[in-house]
Nanobody, 128 residues
Framework: QVQLVESGGGLVQAGGSLRLSCAAS????????MGWYRQAPGKEREFVAA????????YYTDSVKGRFTISRDNAKNTVYLQMNSLKPEDTAVYYC?????????????????????WGQGTQVFVST
């Protein structure tokens, strides 16, 4: 049973920073591209960022470019999302996701399809 467990969410003031972590239980972590998605109240889940299985390629949605950084530590089976200059509109539940690197490109993860595993989510709230 594969699990993705997010942590690091919380309450932060606008302009502040948070670092989300996602610990993955699969033994073949390097087979997977990893991504972060978010869902704000009353809205559909949207793509935030993705990173290739070896960490060499990253892809971001336009609204977070220059503020968020996705990274991974394959030795720890963990993916991170460093979020800086947070805005109230970043408030959402943030989800970690894994996609088979043999089947999916990180750019196509933006569509949210072909995701093999999802985490349970961690809440981020950015106050004004």
């Amino acid at each position: 049973q594969v699990q993705l467990v997010e942590s690091g969410g919380g309450l932060v003031q606008a302009g502040g920073s948070l670092r989300l972590s996602c610990a993955a239980s699969m033994r073949t972590f390097t087979m997977y591209h990893m991504g972060w998605y978010r869902q704000a109240p009353g809205k559909e889940r949207e793509f935030v960022a993705a990173i290739s299985w070896n960490g060499t390629d990253t892809y971001y949605t336009d609204s977070v470019k220059g503020r968020f950084t996705i990274s991974r530590d394959n030795a720890k089976n963990t993916v991170y999302l460093q979020m800086n200059s947070l805005k109230p509109e970043d408030t959402a539940v943030y989800y970690c996701a894994a996609a088979d690197s043999r089947l999916v490109r990180i750019t196509t993860m933006a569509a949210g399809r072909d995701i093999m595993y999802w985490g349970q989510g961690t809440q981020v709230f950015v106050s004004t």
